[in-house]
């Protein structure tokens, strides 16, 4: 597979539909995929480290246009104007939301937080912008792929 343009060597295995395996040396990551079609979501998660997410877009079989992002859906590397939506990777409970409309967010800058499996997950913003739209509030409920804050 290549990320932001460079080989990488990992072995890829199904787990069940939309959860996926990735080995590479000694050792395992999880990913989670959310989306159809061309455009994919992927979250990777390994032990004792955050969540990294990979916007990618399938072009012709076994190719992909990938971009990395911390958190939260990114936009494509190179496409920094493009609309982000940070979506809820897992279903559970909004802790806290952390900006409001029009407010401005750094790279890294935690929007929500997500409790599940009495774990809190920080969703963190993949590039520096405006909060365009917020869709959940503190105590809520949401589900895996569930939109939250929309990032321009």
Known sequence: MRVDGVAVDVEIVEAEPGLWVL???GEQSIAAVDGTGAKLTVEIRRPGADPVVIAA???DAGRANVGVGTGAAGPARGDATA???IRSPI???VVKVLV???DRVTAGQTTVVLEAM???NELRAPRAGRVASVSCT???TVEAGQDL???V
């Open 149 to 151: 804050v929309v990032l």
């Open 23 to 25: 080995r590479q040396g």
């Open 100 to 102: 409001k409309v029009d």
């Open 83 to 85: 609309p982000v939506t």
């Open 91 to 93: 279903p559970g409970r």
């Open 138 to 140: 503190e105590g809520a």
């Open 57 to 59: 877009e399938i072009g």
């Open 118 to 120: 009495k774990m809190e």
